[in-house]
C-alpha cells in the first residue's frame, strides 16, 4: 500500500463547503488585501499563542525578514542561528546584511545547543534566533536568560510549531517575536504562502505594522524604507477555517506519533531517545551501542508539548539512505530534513570561519535523520504499512 509523505487534500477536501464559504465571502466584498478576514484571522492566532499582537505577512520568510527589520539588524550584527535548519532562517539574517552564527544542536530535540550559543557570543552579536523544529520546542529558560544576560534580542522561529508550547508558554510568544509559516506542508497549512509575526511588545508590533506596509504611514508617507510583507485576504479566510479544527489536527498528529513509538520500539534494534543523555554526545554514544541500536526515535520532553511536524528518526551506522531507499521502493514517503548544515552551504562559504566552526553534532545529524509520514490523516492501515516496511528492512 502506497503512503505519501503528506497528503494536503486529505485535510482540506473534508473542509470544503466551509472554505468555499470562506472564498466567496471575500469574493463579493473585494477587499482583497488586508480585508476584515485578516483583522480576524489575526486576533484568533493572538489568543491561540497567548500574545497581545499579531500580524498576518507573506510567508514565514517574512516574518523572520521583518522581525529583524524591527530590531534594527545592521550590516555586520551577528545573529546566532541553530546550523540544523531550514534555510530561511540564516537566509534572512544575510539578507539585510547581517552575519548568521551557526551554534550546534542537541541530538535529542534537534534544537540549539544553549552552551555552544553561549561560547560564540561576541560584542557584535544583535540577536539569538532558536528554531523549535519539528514541532518541539528550543530550550529557552537559559536561552532567554542568556538573551537577558547580554543584552540580545531573542526571534522564536516557530515556523514549525504553531501551537507547542514549552512549560505550559506557548512556542513563538516567549521571545520579543515569534514567526510562524502557514507554508501549506505546515500543521497549519494555506492554499500558498502565508506567515504571521506575534509578539508582547507594544512598540515593535507599532513598528512593524508600519514596516509590512512599504514603511509608511499614513499611506504614501514613508518614513521607513519597509517591504510588501502582506498576506492575500483569501489566505487569512481560508486560513481561519482551518484553525477551528487545528486542535484536532494536533491531537491526530500526536495520536499518529505516539502509534509509530509503541510499535516501532517492540522492533529489535529500535531504541527511544533518552534525554538524560542529551548533555554528553559521548554519554549518549556509549548508551546506544550498549543498546545494540540501529534506530533512535525521538521523544517529546516532559516539559514540551510536540506537535509532530515532522516524526524524524535517526538511523544509525551509515544505514539512513539504506533505509530511505527501502521505504521508496516499498511506495513509503519519507524525507530527509536536512541533507546539508547551514554552516556547509556554498552561499554561506564566504562567512568567517569562527562563524561555521564547531558545528560537529548537527553534521552528524544531517547524516542520520530520516522523517516518515505523520500527517494526521493517516490511516491505521497506512501507518501498520509504514511500521511493517521498516521490520522488513531490519530483519534483512
Not at 171 to 200: E, I, Q, R, W
Not at 344 to 371: I, K, N, T, W, Y
Request: hydrophobic share 40%.
Amino acid at each position: 500500500m502506497p503512503v505519501p509523505l503528506l497528503d494536503v487534500n486529505a485535510q482540506n477536501s473534508p473542509l470544503n463547503s466551509e472554505l468555499q464559504a470562506a472564498f466567496a465571502q471575500v469574493l463579493q466584498h473585494g477587499r482583497f488585501i488586508m480585508g476584515p478576514e485578516m483583522e480576524v484571522f489575526e486576533k484568533e492566532v493572538a489568543a491561540m499563542v497567548g500574545v497581545k499582537h499579531a500580524l498576518a505577512v507573506s510567508s514565514g520568510t517574512d516574518a523572520l525578514l521583518l522581525a529583524l527589520m524591527a530590531i534594527d539588524l545592521q550590516p555586520g550584527d551577528e545573529v546566532l542561528c541553530p546550523a540544523f535548519t531550514f534555510f530561511a532562517t540564516a537566509g534572512a539574517v544575510s539578507r539585510l546584511g547581517g552575519v548568521p552564527v551557526f551554534t550546534d544542536i542537541c541530538p535529542i530535540c534537534f534544537n540549539m545547543d544553549v552552551n555552544d550559543a553561549r561560547a560564540k557570543i561576541t560584542a557584535r552579536t544583535k540577536a539569538i534566533i532558536p528554531v523549535h523544529l519539528f514541532g518541539q520546542s528550543a530550550d529557552m529558560d537559559p536561552l532567554l536568560a542568556l538573551a537577558q544576560e547580554k543584552g540580545l534580542r531573542v526571534i522564536e522561529d516557530g515556523a514549525q510549531a504553531i501551537g507547542a508550547h514549552y512549560k505550559g508558554r506557548a512556542c513563538g510568544a516567549m521571545g520579543d517575536f515569534g514567526t510562524y509559516s502557514f507554508f501549506p506542508s505546515k500543521n497549519l497549512g494555506g492554499f500558498g504562502d502565508g506567515g504571521m509575526l506575534v509578539t508582547n511588545d507594544d512598540e515593535l508590533a507599532e513598528f512593524a505594522k508600519v514596516l509590512r506596509v512599504h514603511g509608511s504611514k499614513p499611506k504614501y508617507f514613508h518614513h521607513y524604507v519597509g517591504g510588501n510583507f502582506r498576506m492575500d485576504t483569501v489566505q487569512c479566510a481560508l486560513l481561519s477555517v482551518k484553525l477551528k479544527h487545528y486542535s484536532r489536527y494536533t491531537a491526530e498528529r500526536q495520536n499518529n506519533a505516539a502509534h509509530y513509538t509503541q510499535e516501532l520500539s517492540q522492533l529489535p534494534g529500535v531504541v527511544t531517545a533518552d534525554p538524560t543523555h542529551c548533555k554528553c554526545v559521548q554519554t549518549q554514544d556509549t548508551w546506544l551501542e550498549k543498546q545494540d541500536a540501529k534506530l533512535v526515535l525521538p521523544v517529546a520532553y516532559a516539559h514540551n508539548t510536540h506537535i509532530w511536524n515532522q516524526y524524524t528518526l535517526r538511523v544509525l551506522n551509515g544505514q539512513r539512505d539504506a533505509l530511505r531507499d527501502h521505504l521508496q521502493k516499498s511506495g513509503i514517503g519519507c524525507e530527509i530534513y536536512y541533507p546539508l548544515t547551514l554552516d556547509q552551504q556554498p552561499c554561506f562559504a564566504d562567512l568567517p570561519a569562527s562563524s561555521r566552526s564547531g558545528c560537529e553534532v548537527s553534521h552528524r545529524m544531517a547524516g542520520e535523520v530520516l522523517s516518515l509520514p505523520i500527517y494526521g490523516e493517516l490511516s491505521l492501515e497506512q501507518r501498520l504499512e509504514v511500521i511493517a516496511v521498516i521490520r522488513d528492512w531490519l530483519s534483512a
